[in-house]
């Protein structure tokens, strides 16, 4: 589909079908994530493509908790919003209920995992937290994202499983040195899936020569 399109209409999605991905729709997927630029053109970053259901239940086992303890405290937000822009965040958070309660049937979660030794990440020593190794691997994630989209697969970057890393490291095999930073369950969507999505207009996300 159109490049722009499928940006503009990458909606997170959580509603997902456990009806399996065919093989040759999966290596498009991700095989777009390999097109994604690195410094250095180290791709310091490795894919663990999970579809063994004892370990998806395990991966939901750990996410569960988790996202409950998340929505609890999304629910004290909620009452200091607008009436409409709440109903909007209930919708999303019962989206979030059926994956945290369904992650274990959906077909495929990837896991992106990285390994910093191979990253030049040129703000380690800045007084804050340090973003810049996340441009070697998030836009891996953001092509595997828009390559779902064109496919007509539900997706959506979910990162609360960094919680609980050692044990997700244990469970896969994920070797020292190794560290992970998304989890995105891949599959069709339950229902209409992608759509429209609302951020805030250019305007106020750029400023010209000053901020």
């Not at 991905?21 to 663990?48: C, F, K, S, Y």
């Not at 945290?100 to 910093?116: M, Q, R, S, Y």
């Not at 890393?165 to 995105?184: D, Q, R, S, Y």
Request: include cysteine.
């Amino acid at each position: 589909m159109n490049l722009y399109d499928a940006m503009s209409t990458l909606r997170a999605v959580r509603r997902l079908r456990p009806d399996p991905i065919p093989e040759d729709v999966l290596e498009r997927v991700l095989n777009a994530a390999t097109w994604a630029p690195t410094g250095g053109n180290l791709q310091p970053w490795h894919m663990v493509v999970v579809r063994d259901q004892a370990k998806k239940k395990s991966l939901q086992d750990l996410y569960l908790p988790r996202w409950q303890t998340y929505n609890g405290h999304y629910e004290e937000r909620l009452a200091k919003m607008p009436e409409d822009q709440a109903e909007k965040s209930r919708k999303s958070l019962k989206a979030g209920d059926y994956l945290a309660e369904n992650l274990g049937d959906v077909p495929v979660i990837v896991v992106f995992c990285f390994n910093p030794s191979n990253m030049a990440i040129t703000d380690a020593k800045q007084d804050r937290p340090s973003i810049v190794g996340g441009g070697s691997v998030y836009p891996a994630v953001q092509n595997l994202l828009l390559a779902a989209r064109s496919e007509g697969l539900g997706c959506v970057l979910t990162t609360l499983l960094c919680m609980d890393e050692p044990a997700v490291k244990n469970l896969l095999a994920i070797p020292e040195g190794w560290h992970t930073c998304a989890h995105i369950p891949l599959g069709y969507p339950v229902g209409g899936g992608h759509g429209s999505i609302s951020r805030k207009p250019l305007a106020k996300m750029m400023s010209v020569d000053e901020f």
